[in-house]
């Protein structure tokens, strides 16, 4: 948890994300592959990626910590 002298706050997101057509593309090695980059991609940007996993072979699913340097207002 990031703390402010004012306040203290936590930003997670969670992303999830279909192939098209839901074909069930993210299997076998494409499935370790892409696990594999996203830890890459958190740890190149400084994120903490509390989890990532594939369904079904068709849909995908990670759970993100961001600093506050990181963290934009929708």
């Known amino acids: 948890m990031d703390k402010t ?16 057509y839901r074909r069930k593309v993210l299997v076998g090695s494409v499935e370790v ?26 849909h995908g699913m990670c759970l993100c910590l961001l600093s506050r340097k990181y963290v934009f207002l929708i």
């Open 33 to 58: 592959r892409l696990l594999e980059v996203l830890k890459m991609i958190a740890e190149n940007h400084g994120y903490v990626l509390l989890t990532a996993c594939v369904y079904d072979g068709d």
């Open 5 to 20: 002298r004012s306040c203290a706050f936590q930003a997670n997101y969670h992303l999830i994300w279909a192939t098209k």
